[in-house]
C-alpha cells in the first residue's frame, strides 16, 4: 500500500511505520514546514520525539512539504486501526492523533450487524 505514498511518507513510515508518517500528514499535511539542524522542539511536542529525529535527520536545516493526503488520510487511518486490533484504542489514538472515541468509532463500524440477513446464507 506505500508504493502510492508520496515520498516523505514512505520514507517516515519506512523507519518509524505507518502510524508515525499518518500522525506527521494529520498534523501537518498541505504545509512546507522548515525543519531545524537541531533541538526540533516544536515538532518535538506536536510529533513525538522519534518523529522530529527521524526529520532531522531526513530534512533538517531546511524547508520540506508535507504531503495533504485528503481523503486517503482517513482511510489509512482506518486501516491501521483495523490491521492493528492488539492495539488499545488509546494507543491507536495516540499512535494516530485521534481521539479514543473514534478508533472505537472505526472498530465498531467495521464489525457485522448482527440484525442485517445474510442474503448467501443457505436456509
Known amino acids: 500500500m506505500r508504493e502510492r505514498w508520496p515520498r516523505l511518507m514512505r520514507e517516515i513510515a519506512e523507519e518509524l511505520g505507518d502510524d508515525a508518517a499518518l500522525k506527521l500528514v494529520a498534523r501537518y499535511g498541505g504545509q512546507e514546514i522548515t525543519v531545524p ?31 495533504n ?13 483495523l490491521t492493528h486490533p492488539e492495539l488499545s484504542a488509546n494507543d491507536c ?15 465498531r463500524e467495521a464489525r457485522p ?5 445474510d442474503f448467501f446464507e443457505e436456509a
Do not use: C
Open 37 to 67: 539542524r537541531l533541538h526540533p522542539r516544536t515538532l518535538e511536542a506536536e510529533l513525538g520525539p522519534e518523529i522530529a529525529a527521524l526529520m532531522v535527520d531526513l530534512h533538517g536545516g531546511g524547508q520540506v512539504y508535507v504531503p
Open 69 to 81: 493526503f485528503g481523503a486517503k488520510l482517513a482511510e489509512e487511518r482506518k486501516r491501521f486501526v
Open 93 to 107: 489514538a495516540q499512535r494516530l492523533g485521534l481521539s479514543h472515541v473514534r478508533v472505537r468509532q472505526i472498530r
Open 113 to 117: 450487524d448482527p440484525n442485517q440477513l
